[in-house]
């Protein structure tokens, strides 16, 4: 299983917290001294299956993107950098998308090293706080 703390680039992780013998996670976002965790709904077993076909998904049409944002922001944050390495061209164009439909995203800005060693500052990263309703049924078809 790949570190979840190299997954997005940004060297933020997931914690697992287990409570009653279900796991539940959460991501930890650092805003200098202003700690805030922001909890990630568990997806059924339809939405996790439509996540993965999106993320495998090599179109390159903005419907596509979409799914596929929608797909990894479910994970938790994601900086630009990270989402153009799994084929989201515009990543800031596809995040106002998903706004526009009714999630709220916050965009936070952080520095991050790419994968050629190089820092970064002032890098979008983004993180879904809720996803608009009836969301998970156009993702279903956009990732078609």
């Given at each position: 299983m790949a570190d979840p703390k190299k997954a997005n680039g940004t060297g933020e992780g997931a914690v697992s917290n287990v409570s009653g013998g279900?796991?539940?996670t959460a991501f930890q976002i650092d805003q200098q001294a202003n700690h805030t965790t922001i909890p990630v709904p568990v997806a059924n077993a339809d939405q996790t299956e439509a996540d993965a076909k999106a993320k495998?998904?090599?179109?390159?049409s903005t419907g596509a993107?979409?799914?596929k944002l929608l797909a990894f922001l479910r994970e938790g944050p994601q900086t630009t950098h990270f989402l153009r390495t799994q084929g989201i061209s515009h990543p800031g164009g596809r995040v106002n998308?998903?706004?526009k439909r009714g999630c709220?995203?916050?965009?936070?800005?952080?520095g991050t090293t790419d994968s050629d060693g190089f820092q970064h500052v002032n890098?979008?990263?983004y993180v879904m706080l809720k996803e608009a309703p009836q969301q998970s049924s156009v993702n279903q078809q956009e990732a078609k």
């Open positions: 279900q796991a539940k495998r998904s090599r179109s390159t993107q979409i799914a998308d998903l706004r709220e995203i916050l965009t936070q800005r952080v890098v979008a990263q």
